[in-house]
């Protein structure tokens, strides 16, 4: 058994009964529906803007952009300008393209040996389905989620609502005779998505070598959200109105924790969001904002065209050697230390015979 993401599952189990305990036995219902939210929210967007800077601060000595295409050169080569960009535009398309349907994924491959000896090299197509998924769904949780901090709702939200819950499952309500709330499509997917990334990380020899116990954490978390998300719309009932008015009163900054309606489930499930955000600037998460600032994507190799200066090379003062020996020769001579020239050294003089061979 991996203990790396079983020290995670303790880690997500010890924060789920904290919040569940909390809210339902010990009546700290301020403390996991305000003052932790809060928190969190202060430290993602502090932990945020401090790496950010300190990215954005780092010098590039060396033009480094990946390429992976024939670069721009003589007019009877075809470059190729996506993979290979020589212009800003052709950069912005690119960094397009990778944000967008994770280009660079769809490429990727996976080594393997096979009869013994042989190498093979295999098409994750898996990997960047199941990324895709994750983040798009994840995405679609999120922009759903904002109908609870704004009033009224923009017609866009509705509209992604209405498409995200488009299958209602009518085919069971019809069969039980029961009446189910619409069925969101991007949360089944979330949780697929997330399952699918953990069982990667386990089963696949190379991935499970390299995980390590933080990236066990961020999965198991956004698992108990979805999950929990799920039992409260399916299985528990939450009072949406008491929702509505603890996130407005959060948002508007005269918050209010409502008596009742809001069962410990909900407060698990603001909980694992709050430590979310929390413990988002200060993981593999960020890559979310440092995709944007990493010179291997953002960069034009235009290197052929454009001396690419390193701006680590500033004016500095010099001391030479032959300052620093003027300076201590005495001292250098003291300690017994050779030098190039002696204090009572005089330049030699030439003689007329000399001066004569030499214009000879």
Known sequence: MNQKYIYSLIAVLALFLIAYVGSEAAGLQ????????????????????VRILDWAGSSVPFA????????????????????????????????????????????????????????????????????????YSFLTVILRHLRFFIEPVPSAIILLENIDSFFKLEFITHIFQIGLPGFYLSGLILLAAVTYLFLRRIFIPQVKYISLAADFFPLFLIFGIAFSGILMRYVIKVD???????????????????????????????????????????????????????????????????????????????????????EFREKMIDAGLPVDKMPDEKPEEITADQKKEGKE
């Open 240 to 326: 949406i109105t008491a929702v509505k008015e603890l996130t407005m009163g959060f948002i508007t900054f005269h918050p209010v924790v409502p008596k009742e309606g809001i069962s410990g489930i909900f407060y698990v499930h603001l909980f694992f969001v709050a430590i979310l955000l929390a413990y988002f600037p200060f993981s593999k998460l960020m890559h979310m904002a440092g995709v944007f600032l990493s010179p291997t994507r953002n960069m034009a190799n235009n290197t052929r065209a454009v001396r690419h200066i390193n701006p680590w090379n500033y004016p500095v003062p010099v001391h030479t050697y032959e300052e620093y020996e003027d």
């Open 30 to 49: 301020i403390l996991f529906g305000i003052i932790l939210p809060y928190l969190a929210i202060i430290a993602f967007l502090g932990g945020f803007i």
């Open 64 to 135: 480094i952009p990946t390429t992976c295409g024939q670069q721009k050169s003589l007019p009877w080569i075809k470059p190729n300008a996506i993979d290979n960009p020589t212009s800003t535009g052709a950069v912005v398309l690119r960094m397009f393209f990778e944000i967008v349907f994770f280009r660079s994924l769809f490429r990727n491959t996976r080594m393997g040996i096979s009869n013994g000896s042989r190498v093979f090299y295999k098409w994750e197509i898996f990997l960047w389905i199941g990324s895709l998924a994750f983040h």
